[in-house]
């Protein structure tokens, strides 16, 4: 049985971005897509049935943090993550592998796996290919990623090329492991900076590439402009027929961006992160509703915003909520941030259709404020 199909639905004439459908056992997604993150199995202050209504497709939960709690075995045990979480649409988890390097202060990357020390209680641990794809079995989401090495920006050609190569080494292993037909594994491509180890871990990963395609090891503190140049680097190398997604990458800004360059699906958690903090993003720029400026501003968050929070509260009180410390505050301007990106992607999604996705992003960047 085939679980997994993608639909190619048109090619803005002019840019070349791809919108499509992808065909999941637990519904479709219309890409292009932005992905909220829910961590622990939970996306954080926004209930699911709000997520629903703001447009959320498809969210992302995190292996490394589930493995650690509650466990693999009892969400397997629970039915598997959409039932312990009680969301019915689909579920991408990525591998753990970032937050093994960048959470956990001892670790030890060796061929057969990485050795790492929970970040909670310092307790010893091992995820290998083989490890990975058990755990994300158990955890039953429909997209899984393999363990891969994220190299980090600054990284010697040496550095680099050693982790590609491991990050392909790993892939065949998680291959190899995989028992599940309805869940789709997404090879990640590597290579950090450097165009000839990009192209190359591309190479070794497009055979494997049957569902869907990942580019990781960007938006790791590069300059936004050698993200961009990466992404045209491989852009006409990587495979038409599946998706492709770009890992951990959120800003309105590098969104459109990434589209432009032929990516159809995309994560991130600056939206709940930034609104925790006070800020929201709006149609003419970003909103620092903490700022005294907003003290006595009775207007709504965003007037071209018809999500909950926009269409009942001012900014005046959500800069007291946000002042306070009052959880409402940071919840509603999660929700609006989620609602205001997914508003952002199916406008793309509608200007592909038309071929005006330049005038589009131009009409944006126009209000919004240049990259």
């Not at 709690?69 to 598997?80: T, V």
């Not at 670790?107 to 796996?113: C, Q, R």
């Not at 992404?231 to 890992?247: G, H, I, K, N, W």
Request: hydrophobic fraction near 35%.
């Amino acid at each position: 049985m085939n679980y997994f199909s993608f639909e190619l639905q048109h090619i803005d004439k002019r840019t070349g971005a791809r919108a499509g459908v992808f065909h999941t056992p637990h519904g479709d997604i219309l890409t292009p897509v932005y992905m909220p993150v829910g961590t622990q199995a939970t996306v954080k202050g926004v209930y699911p049935r709000d997520l629903k209504e703001a447009g959320s497709q498809i969210i992302l939960s995190n292996t490394y943090h589930l493995y650690l709690r509650p466990g693999d075995e009892l969400i397997k045990e629970a039915g598997g993550l959409h039932k312990f979480m009680n969301w019915d649409s689909p579920i991408l988890t990525d591998s753990g592998g970032f937050q093994v390097f960048s959470l956990t202060k001892l670790n030890k990357i060796k061929e057969e796996g990485v050795y790492f020390n929970s970040h909670i209680d310092g307790s010893k641990h091992f995820f290998s290919p083989e490890k990975v794809m058990s755990i994300e079995e158990n955890l039953g989401a429909d997209i899984i990623m393999q363990l891969d090495q994220c190299s980090e920006y600054g990284y010697t050609h040496s550095q680099a090329e050693k982790a590609m190569e491991l990050t392909d080494a790993w892939l065949k292993r998680c291959l190899d492991s995989k028992t599940r037909d309805d869940q789709a594994l997404f090879p990640i491509v590597q290579g950090n900076f450097y165009d000839d180890l990009r192209l190359e871990s591309l190479r070794r990963a497009k055979p494997h590439a049957t569902h869907g395609i990942a580019i990781g090891g960007l938006s790791v503190g590069e300059p936004k402009t050698r993200m961009y140049e990466i992404l045209d680097l491989m852009r006409p190398e990587l495979p038409e027929a599946v998706p492709r997604y770009l890992m951990g990458v959120g800003s309105p800004d590098c969104l459109i961006e990434g589209v432009k360059r032929g990516v159809d699906m995309f994560d991130c958690v600056l939206a709940t992160r930034i609104a925790r903090n006070g800020t929201a993003f709006a149609s003419d720029g970003k909103v620092v509703v903490r700022n005294a400026a907003y003290t006595k501003d009775f207007t709504p968050l965003d007037a071209n915003c018809n999500c909950y929070c926009c269409k009942n509260y001012t900014k005046a009180y959500l800069r007291h909520l946000i002042n306070v410390d009052e959880m409402l505050g940071a919840m509603l301007l999660s929700l609006h941030n989620i609602t205001f990106l997914h508003g952002l992607m199916k406008g793309m999604r509608e200007a592909i259709f038309a071929d005006s996705l330049t005038e589009f992003a131009e009409e944006f960047y126009s209000h919004y404020g240049k990259l």
